[in-house]
Nanobody, 121 residues
Framework: QVQLTESGGGSVQPGDSLTLSCEAS????????MGWFRQAPGKEREFLAR???????YYADSVQGRFTISRDNAKNTSDLQMNSLKPEDTAVYYC???????????????WGQGTQVTVSS
């Protein structure tokens, strides 16, 4: 079982930056893809970005160029740096982990509790 804990959320103004961090409780962190998602009120959970165990990165169009995902395998953490924040970025942000077993990528099985990001003037 992997426990994920997000931190770094808060209230900011439009145009500000914020960095979210996710810490994983596992000794095999390097064998997991890490992803970030968000869910705004009344909307479905939205994929934002993922960084694979071999550091391949993919972004959703909605955040490409503004958000940067990273990971530190020595610290068991993944960060999401968010720049030029907009009111529509307001949501609960979640990190997730999916294991890679024998070269096969599995489902996003593990989720953090979420951290609120509010962008408002």
């Amino acid at each position: 079982q992997v426990q994920l804990t997000e931190s770094g959320g808060g209230s900011v103004q439009p145009g500000d930056s914020l960095t979210l961090s996710c810490e994983a409780s596992t000794h095999t962190f390097s064998l997991f893809d890490m992803g970030w998602f968000r869910q705004a009120p009344g909307k479905e959970r939205e994929f934002l970005a993922r960084i694979s165990w071999w550091y391949d990165i993919y972004y959703a169009d909605s955040v490409q160029g503004r958000f940067t995902i990273s990971r530190d395998n020595a610290k068991n953490t993944s960060d999401l740096q968010m720049n030029s924040l907009k009111p529509e970025d307001t949501a609960v942000y979640y990190c997730s982990a999916r294991p890679v077993v024998n070269g096969v990528v599995e489902e996003w099985d593990y989720w953090g509790q979420g951290t609120q990001v509010t962008v408002s003037s």
